[in-house]
């Protein structure tokens, strides 16, 4: 299949592409540990290929941005190599790829994300930016959408950072990055991050050696392609599907 892939084009032919192309996908990662088997560029390289796929699926009508590789990533700073981006640098950094693609005649934008600690910063600068720049901007996790097959797959109770599922989403799309021989378990302790996690009725900050002593939590040992590819899969057909939808709703609007 084909794929527009910014990166890798000359610009005559990104010329040629921008005749159909109507969505940008902007992959976004971190720079961060993640344990003892998966790189610290892990997250980067995760968006980058699952952006990719979908715009495979989306051919010709998305092209992949350059990926934006470092995130927001202080509760990893207390693990060697981390780099972390202040969320209004990464805002920025967002907001000057965007006003450069618009001016390129793009007018949607994907910020597909494979860091969690992102999040909320994409929620601020879709809202902003799309006001403010006159475009729309979308934002999704990468593999979130794959309800079913996390459900029926991953059984961790606590998992989402170098654990079974992300391991096995590596080993499908990305196997270089996965230390295959050094995979653990995450060692959790117990603190004060249970009562400021998602699932609690107050959440804040707090540093991930609070909760795992080797930066995983969840069980890699468990992973495995099949596994992953259920679950990339999965979620491709459900951003495709929406995407699409997306597209088409403005296109005859």
Known sequence: MNAYVLAEMTYP??????????LAIIPVGAHEQHGPHLTENCDGMLAERMAIRLAERLYPQALVAPTIS????????NFAGTIALQPSTLISIIHDM???????????????????GNQSTLSVASTELSQKLGVNIYYAKTTASAKEAIKRNIHSPLFGHSC????????????????????????????????????????GFYTYDEMTVNGCIGDAT????????????????????????????????
């Open 164 to 203: 079974e599922r992300e391991v096995s989403e590596a080993l499908y799309l990305a196997p270089s990055i996965v230390r295959t021989g050094k995979l653990e378990k995450g060692s959790v302790q117990e603190g004060r991050w249970r009562n400021l996690r998602p699932s609690s009725p107050v959440q």
């Open 98 to 116: 965007v006003i450069s693609l618009k001016q390129h005649g793009i007018s949607h934008f994907l910020l597909l994300n494979a860091h969690g």
């Open 70 to 77: 470092m995130g927001v990533s202080s509760h990893h700073m």
């Open 222 to 253: 468990q992973a495995n392609e099949d596994i992953g590819k259920e679950i990339v899969e999965e979620a491709l057909d459900n951003l495709e599907r929406t995407l699409k939808e997306l597209i088409s709703t403005a296109v005859k609007a």
């Open 13 to 22: 032919e990104v010329e040629e592409a921008l005749t159909t192309t109507e």
